[in-house]
């Protein structure tokens, strides 16, 4: 535990003296911020329309703003970190191997499993910070909201932004581990999650056992029920189980590196 530690604690302090956990959580910030003030302002604009027509017509429901403002807000944020999570997760090991400080690691008393873990942890709470700072746009909307926000659709779709992070960063720091350029690993990185993200495109309605497995292997296919308030247990499974494989392949990687320089 204590190694895990002292990697975590060096991530976390390398991530705040050089620029990029600055650049990315702003980034981040503007783009958000963006997206939720437009968001809120076409359907707070599309309400007003639908009482204008409900006071001519009579018999319309009043629109659930909040509701829809969450729901698409966290599927703008998944599009999002899609971009900016290889940025994150890039230089995790590439930079290690370019400068030469891998090996120091390597040949340190920690163990391949402490490296992998106190690194993944490190990025994944400076995910969990950046993800964090989109809370006051929902606060600041519950206070102005009638007759508020729907809490459960929230907190359901803060856990599958997280779940789906958890995914992103195991799966980026394993492409990290692959090459000493940062820039073939950002690139690689982007590839691959955007492979994952579109994986069910064209078999959505297909019912073929291919179909299936793609459908099932898309991340973004396990997402969209977040978003809608709906917490189902198999893609709570998926997301860590494929959270789990990034840092098991990621772990192996290191092993190899090390068995390459016995």
């Given amino acids: 535990m204590k190694g895990i530690l002292a990697v975590y604690r060096r ?19 503007l783009v958000c911020e ?11 604009k599309q309400s007003f329309a639908m009482q204008a027509r409900a006071m001519q017509m009579g018999g319309a429901q009043p629109m659930d703003v909040p509701g829809l403002v969450i ?8 599009t999002i970190i899609l971009f900016l999570l290889p940025m994150l997760t890039m230089g995790i090991y590439a930079e290690e191997r370019k400068r030469g ?4 690691l390597m040949t340190s008393p920690l163990s391949e499993f402490q490296i992998v873990l106190g690194n993944f942890l490190a990025a994944f709470t400076l995910f ?8 006051i746009y929902q ?3 519950a206070m102005y909201a009638e007759p508020g926000i729907p809490w459960s659709v929230l907190w359901s779709g803060y856990l599958g932004i997280l779940l789906l992070g958890a995914v992103l960063v195991a799966i980026g720091a394993f492409i990290s581990s692959l090459t000493e350029s940062q820039i073939i690993a950002g690139v690689a990185t982007f590839t691959v999650f955007l492979l994952l993200w579109v994986l069910n495109l064209g078999v959505s309605n297909s ?9 099932y292997l898309s991340i973004l296919h396990h997402y969209e029920d977040f978003t809608r308030g709906v917490i189902d247990t198999t893609s709570v499974i998926f997301y860590l189980s494929l959270a789990a494989l990034g840092v098991f392949l990621t772990l192996r990687s290191l092993d190899s590196m090390r068995w390459r320089r016995a």
Avoid at 11 to 29: Q, T
Wanted: charged residues 5%; without cysteine.
């Fill in 11 to 29: 991530e976390m302090g390398s991530y705040f003296v050089s620029p990029i956990a600055y650049i990315v959580i702003r980034l981040f910030l």
């Fill in 128 to 135: 969990i910070v950046m993800i964090s700072t989109t809370f």
């Fill in 101 to 104: 400080t891998m090996e120091l």
């Fill in 139 to 141: 606060l600041v909307m």
């Fill in 34 to 44: 963006y997206f939720f003030y437009s968001i809120l302002t076409y359907f707070i």
């Fill in 207 to 215: 019912t073929s056992t291919w179909g299936e497995i793609l459908q």
């Fill in 71 to 78: 729901g698409n807000f966290f599927g703008i944020i998944s």
